[in-house]
């Protein structure tokens, strides 16, 4: 059984920052690629950010990039979400996603919410104005 663990969320001024972090509970989490997803009231889920097994391999949204950037700390157990000039629009609730991958996929990260298969239970950030 894999659980992911999300934190590091809360209430934040429009150009703020804050660190999300996902710890998972596996000794084998460096064989996982990792993804960060943001669901807003009302709204679908929408992809944020993903990384490789590798680490080596990294993609963010347009809406986020040049202001979020995804990590992984292989020794940790955890991946990071670091999100910087934070606007309203970032409120949402932000969860992490786990894949297992096989070793020849280390660098291949992961887009669609239908390719990971284990997901923590998200932590709340809302970005006031």
């Known amino acids: 059984q894999v659980q992911l663990v999300e934190s590091g969320g809360g209430l934040v001024q429009a150009g703020g920052s804050l660190r999300l972090s996902c710890a998972v509970s596996r000794r084998t989490f460096s064989s996982y690629a990792m993804g960060w997803f943001r669901q807003a009231p009302g709204k679908e889920r929408e992809f944020v950010a993903a990384?490789?097994?590798?680490?080596?391999?990294?993609f963010v949204a347009d809406s986020v990039k040049g202001r979020f950037t995804i990590s992984r700390d292989n020794a940790k157990n955890t991946v990071y979400l670091q999100m910087y000039s934070l606007k309203p629009e970032d409120t949402a609730v932000y969860y992490c996603a786990a894949r297992p991958v096989y070793p020849e996929y280390s660098g291949t990260y992961y887009l669609s919410p239908n390719e990971y298969n284990y997901w923590g239970q998200g932590t709340q950030v809302t970005v006031s104005s």
């Open positions: 990384i490789s097994w590798s680490g080596g391999s990294t």
